[in-house]
């Protein structure tokens, strides 16, 4: 037994560092805040944003709203936080891609559809707020990662064709739209391509996409 000396040491709490009643210890707090994430890009994609409670996010994880606003502030600044935490690593993996990569439009689609299969509801969500008229999210979308995401692509096709790897007569823009169409699609259309037809997102369904597409590119795209 250790000394009540001692005992009384770990006990004792300064006031300038006692916790504020409900909130989280710090070795906790970064599982509450991934919690409270995981919540609201699961119930964001499902119901929409105007549609999904704090209230309801909260209850999720078996926290308070409070604690939702104390992490967050908002619930436009959580929905941000929610694309934010997958979209600037795939934004600083398309940067470091686009430098390194002896095939850079292979390497951008299996980054997307890497991501895609690994965060199965974004892609829904950013259909919702991002991509449809009147999206909470797409002017902040359109500033912050657009040109760093799909909008990088047309100029790694525009650096194809000078390489005489991309067919002379198609158009950057117009061949980056297509290529990303069959990237997202699949994943936005998931709920009703599984039963409809048929497709699988194990991993052997997602290996199996990731051979179409790049099949697709090379032998349709390539000069």
């Not at 004792?12 to 210890?25: E, H, I, N, W």
């Not at 850079?104 to 559809?113: E, K, S």
């Not at 100029?155 to 067919?167: D, N, P, S, W, Y």
């Not at 259309?189 to 996409?209: F, H, T």
């Amino acid at each position: 037994m250790k000394p009540a000396s001692t005992r009384k040491l770990q006990t004792s709490t300064p006031p300038q560092t006692k916790r504020l009643r409900g909130r989280p210890a710090e070795k906790d707090a970064g599982a509450c805040r991934e919690g409270i994430l995981n919540s609201a890009e699961t119930l964001f994609a499902q119901q929409g944003f105007a549609a999904t409670s704090i209230r309801e996010i909260a209850g999720n994880v078996g926290v308070t709203p409070a604690m939702v606003h104390y992490y967050f502030g908002s619930k436009i600044q959580l929905l941000r936080n929610v694309l934010d935490r997958t979209l600037q690593p795939l934004a600083e993996a398309v940067a470091e891609m686009r430098e390194t990569a002896a095939d850079p439009v292979r390497g951008f689609t299996t980054l997307l559809i890497r991501m895609a299969s690994e965060h199965p509801n974004l892609l829904v969500l950013l259909t919702r707020e991002v991509i449809l008229p009147g999206g909470e999210l797409q002017a902040w979308f359109l500033e912050h990662f657009a040109p760093r995401l799909g909008g990088a692509l047309p100029g790694v096709l525009a650096v194809e064709q000078q390489r005489g790897r991309l067919h002379r007569d198609y158009q950057p823009h117009l061949a980056a739209m297509m290529i990303l169409s069959m990237c997202v699609f699949p994943f936005v259309a998931r709920s009703v391509a599984q039963r409809g037809l048929g497709m699988k997102y194990d991993e052997e369904g997602i290996s199996q996409l990731l051979l179409h597409v790049d099949t697709i590119v090379q032998r349709g795209f390539r000069s």
